[in-house]
């Protein structure tokens, strides 16, 4: 074994800089930025000895030097006399929700449909920053304006990802928005005129219905059974009236956790045909390809529109999102994007899409499906005995409650007890009257331990019954 075979056994971090153009120096600190990104590097991770990793790489220690200071003076590391080069930990508190939540600082809450909180998120962002810093195709598209589809670079790597995770979108089909929300007023208001109408389940997302409402769209209630929408109903629907454009979330219906089948899908798209009407998939709450059926933009690609967000895989705060849609429509989907914003922001484009780029989240993103999918089975533990339904991989379940169990009284009760809950009110479209039923998202709180806790408040009560209502005259 020679010198720099020896130093190689020694070394616990050994980048691959083979094949890497740009100053020796530049090159280690975007790799080490990757490392740190990917959680190959954890913060407190010790760097190797200067003099060691030189003799391993075959570069002279001063490019070292400048490598650690350059990575020191860019936030990922920090150096301490007689402990050497060290990962930068995050002193940062998990982010802080209450702006949008209901609950109290005391209280658990499970009303929120976000990412489970995990330090590793803000580590990975920071480490994406810094990367974002040296890419001069991101300084570009950050300082230029895009067209309105989006950049093509980013719509590239964007549907790169998607297709390796199953999802065959292509970069011509895809306009970049500023989140799913985003996506589906652009497509409300780009496509549908004041006063036609659209359809949906009849429980179904609020940002929906408030959507429809702000365009003065008709929104029609479509009833439900296990699967969600019924194609019968809707074809009855039809019959009756001109409905534009179906919104429907195929793989789970927030909030009912409802998921299709294969027929159900083909059903609702034998309609859609007959009809002339647009579909509106979203995709927001991302199912893994294990668990994901066939999308409608396979089936029905001519009249498909879907939705892809980076909320629930990265972060909301990102407001990235993109819409795909059949090719005849992207015309109009472009004019009223432009007179929106002009384009999606190219830095938040350029920050997500080199997240998402060469497995840079994915011990995230793995480590976030999995805990979901453990907290699924959690919740399904606890109250598991009641009418309960959700998906493997959701971030909440559906609960509807036993008799004589009212919705409203339920959730004030659990308020009472620190746990902060959804009832169906939000979710119905129309003047229809609300199921006594309650959303329990599974996500919020930053342990298992604390989301048990959540749970089993909720199982004490429904076994409490409710406290009898004094008679009124
Ligand atoms: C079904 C669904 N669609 C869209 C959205 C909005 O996504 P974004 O935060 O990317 O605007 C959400 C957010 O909870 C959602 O649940």
């Known amino acids: 074994m020679d010198l720099h075979e020896r130093a190689r056994a ?71 006399v007689g402990s050497g080069t060290r990962v930068k930990g995050t002193t940062e508190q998990p982010p802080d929700f209450h702006h949008l939540s209901r609950a109290g600082h005391d209280s658990i809450d499970l009303s929120l449909s976000i990412p489970i909180p995990n330090p590793l998120r803000q580590q990975q962002l920071a480490a994406i920053l810094q990367q974002i810093a040296s890419l001069p195709t991101a300084i570009e598209s950050a300082l230029t304006y895009q067209p309105e589809q989006g950049s093509p670079l980013q719509r590239e790597q964007l549907c790169q990802w998607l297709n390796a995770q199953g999802l065959m979108l292509l970069p011509e089909e895809v306009i970049l928005t500023e989140g799913g929300q985003h996506a589906d007023f652009l497509a409300l208001q780009a496509l549908i ?51 534009r454009l179906l919104y429907l979330m195929p793989e789970y219906n927030n909030p009912t956790g409802l998921s299709m089948s294969q027929q159900r899908r083909e059903a609702i798209v034998e309609v859609a045909r007959r009809h002339d009407m647009l579909l509106l998939e979203d995709g927001v709450q991302f199912v893994t390809p294990d668990l994901r059926g066939t999308p409608l933009f396979e089936l029905a690609p001519e009249r498909a529109l879907y939705i892809f967000s980076a909320s629930k895989l990265l972060s909301g705060g990102l407001r990235f999102g993109a819409l795909r849609a059949p090719s005849n429509l992207m015309p109009q989907l472009r004019v009223a994007l432009r007179a929106q914003c002009w384009s999606s922001p190219g830095l938040m484009g350029a920050v997500t899409c080199q997240w998402l780029a060469k497995g840079h989240a994915d011990p995230l993103l793995h480590w976030h499906w999995d805990e979901v999918r453990t907290r699924q089975k959690l919740l399904h533990e606890v109250l598991g005995q009641y009418n309960l339904s959700s998906h493997p991989c959701g971030f909440h379940g559906w609960l509807q ?18 746990v902060t809950l959804i009832a169906a009110e939000p979710f119905c ?45």
């Open 193 to 243: 005129k004041p006063g036609e109408a659209v359809a949906s389940a009849a429980l179904t997302y609020p940002g929906m219905i408030a959507a429809a409402r702000q365009l003065g769209l008709k929104h029609i209630p479509v009833p439900m059974d296990r699967e969600g929408i019924r194609p019968d109903a809707l074809e009855r629907l039809c019959q009756q009236q001109r409905i």
């Open 10 to 80: 020694r070394c616990h971090w050994l980048p691959d800089l083979t094949g890497r153009t740009g100053a020796r120096y530049q090159v280690l600190v975007d790799q080490l930025a990757a490392d740190i990104a990917s959680g190959q590097l954890k913060p407190g991770d010790r760097l190797p000895p200067q003099r060691l990793l030189a003799d391993a790489l075959e570069v002279t220690i001063g490019t070292i030097t400048r490598a650690y200071r350059e990575a020191e003076r860019r936030g990922l590391v920090e150096a301490r």
């Open 429 to 473: 479209v129309g003047t229809q009257p609300a199921p006594q039923a309650v959303r329990i998202c599974v996500t919020p709180p930053a342990s298992r331990e604390r989301l048990q806790e959540g749970l089993e408040r909720l199982a004490q009560l429904l076994h409490d019954e409710p406290p009898l209502m004094p008679p009124l005259l």
């Open 401 to 418: 409650l036993p008799e004589p169990w009212r919705a409203a009284d339920f959730v004030k009760l659990a308020d009472s007890r620190g």
